[in-house]
C-alpha cells in the first residue's frame, strides 16, 4: 500500500489526488488500541459472519469464534477485523469500518466522563496524529459528546494484478460520485463532466498543493529510490539478456544461410525489452 511505502503523507497525496478534496489531517492508530479500546468498554456486539481460528493480538496463539451474533472482547473484535480468508479485501475494509462505527457508537452513550477519558487515553498513547491538543479536544467533544453519525462507502471498481501484485483499479464514473458528495459536504463546486474530472484538483483551490506534515518524507524517499535502481538493475539485466538470446539466435540462423560474416546482424522486428514494459500508471491504485 501507499502507506506502507511513504507513511501518512503518501496517502493523504494519494486520497487528495484520487477524490479532489483536501485532506489536511490523519490519525494512524496500531492494533493495541483497538483491542483495548473495545475491553475499556467492556465489549462490543457484532454478527460474526462466519468461524474463524485466526492469531491473537501478538500472534502468540489462536482465537476461535463460532458464528454468529455475540459478545466480543479485545482479542476477539480483532480477529473479525483482521480475517480476510473467507472473502476479500474489499469485505475486509467493510467488516473493519462496521466494527468502528460500533466501537464509536458505544463511547457515544458512556456515562462515566472517567471511562471515556481512558478510551481517549488508550487511543492517544497507541496512535500518530498532526492534530493539535485543541484540535483533539474540539473533535472529541463534537463527535463522542452528540448525535454525530458515521457514513461510509466504498468505490466501485474490479480487481487487477500485476506481476503477481493485487490492485484495485476504481471506475472513474464511481470516483466521480463520492468525490462529488465529498466536495459538496465542503461546499467545493461539483464536477459534472467526467471528460473533466481528471483533469481537476485540489491544487485550483489551495493555489499549491504542499501537505502539512512531512512525517515520513525520508522513508518515502529512499523506498522510491531503492524501488527505482532494483528495476533499472532488473531492466537493464533483462535486456541484456534478450540481446544475448537474440544474437545467438541470430548467428545460429546466419550460420545455416551462410551468412557467418555477420554474426550480429539483428531482426529489425526486434523488440526492445524496455517497450515491452508495462506501464505501471495504468494501475495507480496498489492494495
Not at 483533539?136 to 500485476?162: F, N, R, V
Amino acid at each position: 500500500s501507499l502507506h506502507a511505502y511513504g507513511g501518512p503523507l503518501a496517502a493523504m497525496d494519494s486520497v487528495e489526488a484520487t477524490m479532489n478534496v483536501p485532506v489536511d489531517y490523519y490519525v494512524r492508530i496500531n492494533m493495541k488500541a483497538f483491542v483495548e479500546a473495545v475491553d475499556e468498554l467492556g465489549g462490543i456486539y457484532y454478527d460474526v459472519p462466519y468461524n474463524l481460528n485466526e492469531p491473537n493480538s501478538d500472534d502468540t496463539g489462536r482465537i476461535k469464534i463460532k458464528k454468529g451474533y455475540q459478545k466480543l472482547n479485545g482479542d476477539q473484535a480483532l480477529a473479525v477485523a483482521r480475517t480476510r480468508h473467507h472473502d476479500s479485501d474489499l469485505k475486509r475494509g467493510q467488516r473493519q469500518m462496521e466494527l468502528i462505527k460500533i466501537l464509536f457508537q458505544k463511547a457515544q452513550n458512556l456515562k462515566s466522563i472517567d471511562k471515556l477519558d481512558n478510551v481517549i487515553s488508550i487511543v492517544g498513547k497507541n496512535a500518530k496524529h498532526n492534530l493539535t491538543q485543541k484540535e483533539i479536544k474540539s473533535l472529541a467533544k463534537m463527535y463522542l459528546g452528540g448525535s454525530t453519525e458515521i457514513k461510509t462507502s466504498q468505490l466501485k471498481g474490479k480487481d487487477d494484478y500485476l506481476n503477481d501484485i493485487y490492485y484495485y483499479h476504481p471506475s472513474v464514473k464511481s470516483i466521480m460520485e463520492y468525490s462529488n458528495l465529498l466536495r459538496n459536504d465542503l461546499d467545493l463546486s461539483q464536477i459534472t463532466n467526467k471528460n473533466d474530472f481528471l483533469d481537476q484538483r485540489v491544487i485550483k483551490r489551495y493555489g499549491s498543493l504542499v501537505p502539512l506534515t512531512e512525517l515520513d518524507e525520508d522513508l518515502l524517499r529512499k523506498n522510491q529510490k531503492e524501488s527505482t535502481d532494483s528495476q533499472k538493475e532488473s531492466d537493464s539485466s533483462s535486456q541484456n539478456n534478450d540481446e544475448e538470446d537474440q544474437t545467438n539466435e541470430q548467428t545460429d540462423q546466419n550460420s545455416l544461410n551462410g551468412n557467418e560474416q555477420y554474426p550480429n546482424q539483428q531482426d529489425n522486428n526486434q523488440t526492445n525489452g524496455e517497450n515491452g514494459m508495462i506501464n505501471n500508471d495504468n494501475y495507480p491504485y496498489a492494495q
